[in-house]
Antibody, heavy 117, light 107 residues
Framework: QVQLQESGPGLVKPSQTLSLTCSVS??????????WSWVRQPAGKGLEWIGR???????NYNPSLKSRVTISIDRSKNQFSLRLSSVTAADTAVYYC?????????WGQGTTVTVSS | EMVMTQSPATLSVSPGEGATLSCRAS??????FAWYQQKPGQAPRLLIY???TRATDVPARFSGSGSGTDFTLTISSLQSEDFAVYYC?????????FGGGTKVEIK
């Protein structure tokens, strides 16, 4: 059973870059047909899809964030990563990594990122 | 961007009763549609994908139906562990989008 775990700083200063990594265990990312995504959720609010990456390295991003987002993959480490630049308080949220072929079948537990000076 | 509208926002149900949740897409998403359950402090859990296929280990009391623009999640007899927030999601078009959620609370 594939499991996901997010890691990264819980506090980021405004205008800086948020960087998170999702570690995949229980199987190789490359051996599934999954695409790997980042999803975020501000406190008390709904879910927002940020973007996704295939094991081939091809990516798709939410246009609302596209100019600030980069998702990358490290197959050798079985990890994928999120970088979100020029953050503001509006980027404060729980960030989830997720994977799936039809919908998101597997999720990390989520990591809270606060943007504050 | 595809807008997903869920109704009602809150549904008050007694344990053992059934519940019907709705989601409407602003354009057709064919059957590229999923339902999730989220409990406080937890990540969402996939319940239904391809509009009507139950995900692994999802109890049979959960069923999904619909295609195109109108979708329904039915819970046949609510158990205590089913009180949660439910989200719909389309994966037919970019960007992937979620509905605003329906909170199912104890009546």
């Amino acid at each position: 059973q594939v499991q996901l775990q997010e890691s990264g700083p819980g506090l980021v200063k405004p205008s800086q870059t948020l960087s998170l990594t999702c570690s995949v265990s229980g199987g190789s990312m490359s051996s599934t047909n999954y695409f790997w995504s980042w999803v975020r959720q501000p406190a008390g609010k709904g879910l927002e899809w940020i973007g996704r990456i295939y094991t081939s390295g091809s990516t798709n991003y939410n246009p609302s964030l596209k100019s600030r987002v980069t998702i990358s993959i490290d197959r050798s480490k079985n990890q994928f990563s999120l970088r979100l630049s020029s953050v503001t308080a509006a980027d404060t949220a729980v960030y989830y990594c997720a994977g799936g072929e039809y919908g998101f079948a597997v999720w990390g537990q989520g990591t809270t990122v606060t943007v504050s000076s | 961007e595809m807008v997903m509208t869920q109704s009602p926002a809150t549904l008050s149900v007694s344990p053992g009763e059934g519940a019907t949740l709705s989601c409407r897409a602003s354009q057709s998403v064919a059957s590229n549609f999923a339902w999730y359950q989220q409990k406080p402090g937890q990540a969402p859990r996939l319940l239904i994908y391809a509009a009507s296929t139950r995900a692994t280990d999802v109890p049979a009391r959960f069923s999904g139906s619909g295609s195109g623009t109108d979708f329904t999640l039915t819970i046949s007899s609510l158990q205590s562990e089913d009180f949660a927030v439910y989200y719909c999601q389309q994966y037919n078009n970019w960007p992937l989008t979620f509905g605003g959620g329906t909170k199912v609370e104890i009546k």
